[in-house]
């Protein structure tokens, strides 16, 4: 079975760091690119960053360029996001996605995992 | 970055009816890269259409998207119980990715 799972969400104060981590299973991990997509409480979706299969070129939105850093460790399964200088409206839940180019969308999505920025 | 704007916000109709949903791009985009995805309460989004008009495996022939350059289309031809949810439309043509606010579908 195909999955996506994601894990490090949880509460942390303003200006702070969180690492979250996605493990995949079931497929050929190396050979798709990836996303990180947000959804704040009762928005739509937010599209954040893109990495493709060798890692080699990465994507942000301007809202996290410079704070939050895309990664993978194609021989552990895993996509990774380090989010820094957190601030409250980065309170969301993290969804990390699978990208076929062929597709040019979405086609899996993990369950999220959330974070929470609160003082 | 292109902007994507979906209509109507809420849409309220019955089990059986047809539903239209419209996703309006602020410049024309190549129809290789706009999707649809259907989310339900507490769930994560669920892709349904790729490349416009490309269903994703296992979504029902009910289920369809059509339209070009600036104006795409989903079609729910008849709408089971099911099909209420929220719809997002998302194009990939250019960084940054960009989605749609979301149409809701609702229960008349």
């Known amino acids: 079975e195909v999955q996506l799972v994601e894990s490090g969400g949880g509460l942390v104060q303003p200006g702070e760091s969180l690492r979250l981590s996605c493990a995949a299973s079931?497929?050929?991990?190396?050979?798709?690119?990836m996303n990180w997509v947000r959804q704040a409480p009762g928005k739509g979706l937010e599209w954040l960053s893109y990495?493709?299969?060798?890692?080699?070129?990465?994507y942000y939105a301007d809202s996290v360029k410079g704070r939050f850093t895309i990664s993978r460790d194609n021989a552990k399964n895993s996509l990774y996001l380090q989010m820094n200088s957190l601030r409250a409206d980065d309170t969301a839940v993290y969804y990390c996605?699978?990208?076929?180019?062929?597709?040019?969308?979405?086609?899996?999505w993990g369950k999220g995992t959330t974070v929470t920025v609160s003082s | 970055e292109i902007v994507l704007t979906q209509s109507p916000g809420t849409l309220s109709l019955s089990p059986g009816e047809r539903a239209t949903l419209s996703c309006r791009a602020g410049?024309?985009?190549?129809?290789?890269?706009l999707a649809w995805y259907q989310q339900k309460p507490g769930q994560a989004p669920r892709l349904l259409i790729y490349?416009?008009?490309n269903r994703a495996t296992g979504i029902p022939d009910r289920i369809s998207g059509s339209g070009s350059g600036t104006d795409f289309t989903l079609t729910i031809s008849r709408l089971e119980p099911e099909d209420f949810a929220v719809y997002y439309c998302?194009?990939?043509?250019?960084?940054?990715?960009?989605f749609g606010q979301g149409t809701r579908l609702e229960i008349k």
């Open positions: 996605t699978r990208w076929p180019w062929s597709y040019r969308a979405v086609d899996v």
């Open positions: 079931g497929f050929t991990f190396s050979s798709y690119e």
């Open positions: 990495i493709t299969s060798g890692g080699r070129s990465i």
């Open positions: 410049q024309s985009v190549s129809s290789n890269y």
């Open positions: 490349g416009a008009s």
């Open positions: 998302q194009c990939s043509s250019s960084f940054p990715i960009t």
